[in-house]
């Protein structure tokens, strides 16, 4: 994580603002294992008020919360609770550029940016190791609160006790297209149409090439991807969620492509491709095709791997900034990737 400030305990009288990066998780045959941080972001705000308030910002939020049931509320007072501190009243503003439910790990960028926001609120009581710990716990999942939490790529294994990772410097030369349907997929209705049971040959299928995959991006092969990327454990039950997903993971690289998968539970879709090969156009042609063929809008955006995890802004209360509301501070941040 980035600090404006040196980290010190310090009471909870001013205002944090952290920004978080988006995810996309599995990356194919990485079921609840590989996650990739991307240049897109949401921003909490928090600070200690007389009542709790809760301010969205932006057009991503809809049916969010804005009481004590909001899930960064919830997730700050869990590290309030682990630190023994009591801040019940919070002022609270939230913005996201990450659409929800589109797989690209919203959920996770609120826990990782509430977890980060109180703890650096509170003087940073808990350790970066306890913050992984405790957003794992909340996601059931280390690959998007990994990548959020600590950028670039994450290889991750949780028990459901404790996990575990090893963070991969994404190669270099590599872009991420995103294509985002215009229509919401709950990752609760993914997964329930996964099967419980998987044959052998697939299961080997799935290990043989989520381990080559790792490998990849590890050491930079970029030619592996295509085959590497293959997946027999979650993409091909989830197919009749997306009408154009099937053609598109499988002719991709016909068009520039280096791979494609499903992000996350989807619907978005993502594909890898060399950074030289991202402005000709091809293969936003090639999506926005099969997927108008469908009757489906979707909306396409080049991304690059994120390389940091959040970034903290502590305002004390002698700053300007510190009387701004939450929606001002928020507006205020820089948007990296045009729409």
Same mark, same amino acid.
């Given at each position: 994580?980035?600090?404006?400030?040196?980290?010190?305990?310090?009471?909870?009288?001013?205002?944090?603002?952290?920004?978080?990066?988006? $995810? @996309? *998780?599995?990356?194919?045959? #990485?079921?609840?294992?590989?996650?990739? /941080? &991307?240049?897109?972001? %949401?921003?909490?705000?928090?600070?200690?008020?007389?009542?709790?308030?809760?301010?969205?910002?932006?057009?991503?939020?809809?049916?969010?919360?804005?009481?004590?049931?909001?899930?960064?509320?919830?997730?700050?007072?869990?590290?309030?609770?682990?630190?023994?501190?009591?801040?019940?009243?919070?002022?609270?503003?939230?913005?996201?550029?990450?659409?929800?439910?589109?797989?690209?790990? $919203? @959920? *996770?960028?609120?826990?990782? #940016?509430?977890?980060?926001?109180?703890? /650096? &609120?509170?003087?940073? %009581?808990?350790?970066?190791?306890?913050?992984?710990?405790?957003?794992?716990?909340?996601?059931?999942?280390?690959?998007?609160?990994?990548?959020?939490?600590?950028?670039?790529?994450?290889?991750?294994?949780?028990?459901?006790?404790?996990?575990?990772?090893?963070?991969?410097?994404?190669?270099?030369?590599?872009?991420?297209?995103?294509?985002?349907?215009?229509?919401?997929?709950?990752?609760?209705?993914?997964?329930?149409?996964?099967?419980?049971?998987?044959?052998?040959?697939? /299961?080997?299928?799935?290990?043989?090439?989520?381990?080559?995959?790792?490998?990849?991006?590890?050491?930079?092969r970029l030619d592996l991807l295509s085959h590497a990327m293959r997946d027999r454990l979650h993409q091909p039950y989830r197919a009749a969620l997306i009408p154009g997903m099937d053609r598109i993971?499988?002719?991709?690289?016909?068009?520039?492509?280096?791979?494609?998968?499903?992000?996350?539970?989807?619907?978005?879709?993502?594909?890898?491709?060399?950074?030289?090969?991202?402005?000709?156009?091809?293969?936003?042609?090639?999506?926005?095709?099969?997927?108008?063929?469908?009757?489906?809008?979707?909306?396409?955006?080049?991304?690059?791997?994120?390389?940091?995890?959040?970034?903290?802004?502590?305002?004390?209360?002698?700053?300007?900034?510190?009387?701004?509301?939450?929606?001002?501070?928020?507006?205020?941040?820089?948007?990296?990737?045009?729409?």
């Amino acid at each position: 994580m980035l600090y404006e400030s040196e980290k010190t305990h310090q009471s909870p009288n001013g205002r944090v603002v952290v920004k978080v990066p988006a $995810s @996309s *998780a599995n990356l194919g045959p #990485g079921f609840d294992s590989l996650g990739m /941080a &991307l240049s897109l972001f %949401a921003w909490v705000s928090m600070s200690p008020s007389n009542a709790t308030k809760i301010t969205l910002v932006g057009d991503n939020l809809e049916g969010v919360a804005e009481d004590k049931t909001n899930l960064v509320y919830i997730v700050a007072q869990s590290v309030f609770a682990k630190a023994g501190v009591e801040l019940p009243e919070l002022d609270i503003g939230i913005r996201s550029d990450i659409p929800l439910t589109r797989g690209l790990g $919203s @959920s *996770a960028a609120a826990i990782v #940016g509430a977890l980060v926001a109180a703890n /650096a &609120l509170i003087g940073y %009581a808990l350790t970066e190791d306890e913050i992984f710990q405790m957003a794992t716990s909340i996601e059931k999942h280390p690959d998007n609160v990994g990548a959020s939490l600590y950028g670039g790529i994450i290889a991750a294994a949780w028990d459901g006790d404790r996990a575990e990772y090893v963070r991969i410097e994404p190669p270099v030369g590599m872009d991420v297209l995103v294509a985002i349907p215009e229509f919401e997929l709950s990752t609760k209705k993914a997964r329930n149409v996964l099967p419980e049971q998987i044959s052998m040959k697939d /299961a080997v299928f799935n290990v043989t090439h989520s381990s080559l995959l790792t490998a990849a991006l590890a050491t930079g092969r970029l030619d592996l991807l295509s085959h590497a990327m293959r997946d027999r454990l979650h993409q091909p039950y989830r197919a009749a969620l997306i009408p154009g997903m099937d053609r598109i993971l499988r002719e991709a690289t016909e068009h520039g492509a280096l791979g494609a998968v499903l992000s996350g539970a989807g619907p978005t879709l993502l594909l890898l491709a060399r950074s030289e090969n991202a402005g000709d156009g091809q293969l936003v042609e090639f999506v926005q095709a099969v997927m108008a063929k469908e009757g489906i809008e979707v909306t396409t955006r080049w991304l690059e791997p994120c390389l940091n995890g959040p970034t903290v802004r502590l305002i004390s209360r002698n700053e300007p900034d510190y009387n701004l509301e939450p929606h001002q501070i928020l507006t205020k941040a820089e948007v990296e990737v045009s729409a």
